[in-house]
């Protein structure tokens, strides 16, 4: 079985990217991002509602970086502090050996290839230094942006479960995404 350790944390360079350890620093672009219903369109979790609410979400990256039990990055422009989106690992499974990568950008940001040039590092990271078999995404089958990035990177797409969660009232349906370190 897997041992992550995310100490020291792995800051990862890109060509035109730095994914840096997210900090209370942060906590108004993580507002924007989780109070905002167009960032939170095909992610079923509540909207944040004040800067307290993103404080804890920022709080709950980093008791999971701490455990080890996952890791998000903040996304930022080489040279440019400011915080544009959060990619990381959760659902972590030692021992499968496998994660979940999830992403998320601010909507002026979307189109630019960031999130398609994050998702090949983590994906470098998870099967390098992780030493992950497996890296999968759970999709909305409606967020056809990231079903195109997951292609480009490479992703499969391996199942579409029909009302397989329930949010605010609905069944929703989800596509599974994987990617095998062959």
């Not at 906590?27 to 979790?45: A, D, G």
């Amino acid at each position: 079985m897997l041992n992550f350790n995310f100490t020291p944390f792995p800051v990862i360079e890109t060509e035109r990217l730095l994914l840096r350890r997210i900090t209370d620093d942060d906590v108004n672009e993580v507002f924007e991002l989780r109070s905002n219903p167009e960032t939170m369109k095909y992610i079923p979790r509540p909207l944040v509602k004040t800067t307290e609410d993103a404080l804890g979400h920022i709080a709950m990256i980093e008791d999971k970086i701490v455990t080890n039990t996952g890791i998000n990055w903040g996304i930022t422009l080489k040279g440019n502090p400011k915080l544009l989106g959060i990619i990381g690992y959760y659902r972590m499974q030692p021992e499968n050996y496998r994660a979940e990568i999830g992403y998320m950008l601010l909507p002026e940001f979307n189109g630019k290839g960031i999130i398609t040039e994050a998702v090949k590092h983590l994906i470098a990271y998870g099967f390098n230094d992780l030493k992950l078999h497996s890296i999968e995404a759970v999709i909305d089958p409606e967020n056809f942006a990231s079903e195109k990035v997951l292609q480009k990177c490479g992703f499969i797409k391996e199942a579409h479960l029909k009302e397989s969660g329930f949010y605010e009232g609905k069944f929703l349906d989800k596509v599974i995404y994987s990617l095998l370190n062959r």
